[in-house]
T-cell receptor, first 114, second 109 residues
Framework: NAGVTQTPKFQVLKTGQSMTLQCAQDMNHNSMYWYRQDPGMGLRLIYYSASEGTTDKGEVPNGYNVSRLNKREFSLRLESAAPSQTSVYFC?????????????FGPGTRLTVT | QKEVEQNSGPLSVPEGAIASLNCTYSDRGSQSFFWYRQYSGKSPELIMSIYSNGDKEDGRFTAQLNKASQYVSLLIRDSQPSDSATYLCAVNGFNKFYFGSGTKLNVKP
């Protein structure tokens, strides 16, 4: 049982390049989330998917797109990377329906845009 | 914009002391509250969750919630050097989570 996995672990992009961050969970969770964490700051929600087939914007969606490919996988795409998107990106999943259930986090992807 | 506020610290306590971490939130509709611990370079891990007013204890950790004051706290008793980390407060409402910027705790041997 791997939990939440993310690929890649590290990535360096040049300004204007595109890439997709991959996230998968094997816990049969309904909800999945993408966050970014900048130095000295908490996590900010980029997008989330309450269930398969649905996605919604979070606090900082500009410059990102997401795809809930199936129940297991939730990808985050940067179409034209900018230095302001340099950050650590965390994916999380959560069972749906119980208000007190926690989120389970992946190990993170460290992205640098030069 | 829903806000979750924490003192960034660092909070320094001697080993064996009680560490007290505080968090306030702006949205009165918030339903549940979480404390995560995050070691440097690692992902957050859950310490405590609480959704009813009052105290909830789990081992050395006690979470306290006061919805009228929009305040949630975490007490760590018998602090250990291994508790040194950043503690993130998270607030949940309608399947969205909002995090504070975290309080860095240093426990000195």
């Amino acid at each position: 049982n791997a939990g939440v996995t993310q690929t890649p672990k590290f990535q360096v992009l040049k300004t204007g390049q595109s890439m997709t961050l991959q996230c998968a969970q094997d816990m049969n969770h309904n909800s999945m989330y993408w966050y970014r964490q900048d130095p000295g700051m908490g996590l900010r929600l980029i997008y989330y998917s309450a269930s398969e087939g649905t996605t919604d914007k979070g606090e900082v969606p500009n410059g990102y797109n997401v795809s809930r490919l199936n129940k297991r996988e939730f990808s985050l795409r940067l179409e034209s990377a900018a230095p302001s998107q340099t950050s650590v990106y965390f994916c999380a999943s959560r069972p749906f329906g119980d208000r007190i259930t926690e989120q389970y986090f992946g190990p993170g992807t460290r992205l640098t845009v030069t | 914009q829903k806000e979750v506020e924490q003192n960034s610290g660092p909070l320094s306590v001697p080993e064996g002391a009680i560490a007290s971490l505080n968090c306030t939130y702006s949205d009165r509709g918030s339903q549940s509250f979480f404390w995560y611990r995050q070691y440097s370079g690692k992902s957050p891990e859950l310490i405590m969750s609480i959704y009813s007013n009052g105290d909830k204890e789990d081992g050395r950790f006690t979470a306290q919630l006061n919805k009228a004051s929009q305040y949630v706290s975490l007490l760590i008793r018998d602090s250990q050097p291994s508790d040194s980390a950043t503690y993130l407060c998270a607030v949940n409402g309608f399947n969205k989570f909002y995090f504070g910027s975290g309080t860095k705790l240093n426990v000195k041997p």
